[in-house]
């Protein structure tokens, strides 16, 4: 659920892409609860940003942290 955005066009996320940059990628909720989302429009194993979406931007670089996130 920290990954899911809502802009303008309804919901996205964050993916990180091979390269490091980010993209959009509209996405649909089927479920969500304060620690889980299942949503559509996303391929598995995709990764996505959980901290800091509000201040990216397509194209943008990003550095992946490994872990939970806890830290």
């Keep these: ?3 899911v955005q809502v802009g303008p066009q309804g919901q996205f996320v964050y993916r990180i892409e ?3 940059r980010v ?3 509209s996405i649909t909720v089927d479920y969500l609860t304060s ?3 299942v ?3 996303l391929q598995p194993g995709s ?3 959980i901290e800091g979406g509000q201040n990216l ?5 990003v550095t992946v942290i490994k872990g939970d996130g806890a830290s």
Excluded: E, N, T
Aim: aromatic share 0%; glycine share 14%; net charge neutral.
């Design 18 to 20: 091979p390269d490091g």
């Design 39 to 41: 949503v559509q429009g």
């Design 47 to 49: 990764q996505v940003v």
């Design 35 to 37: 620690d889980l989302a």
């Design 23 to 25: 993209s959009s990628q």
């Design 57 to 61: 931007r397509p194209g943008l670089h």
């Design 1 to 3: 659920p920290r990954a």
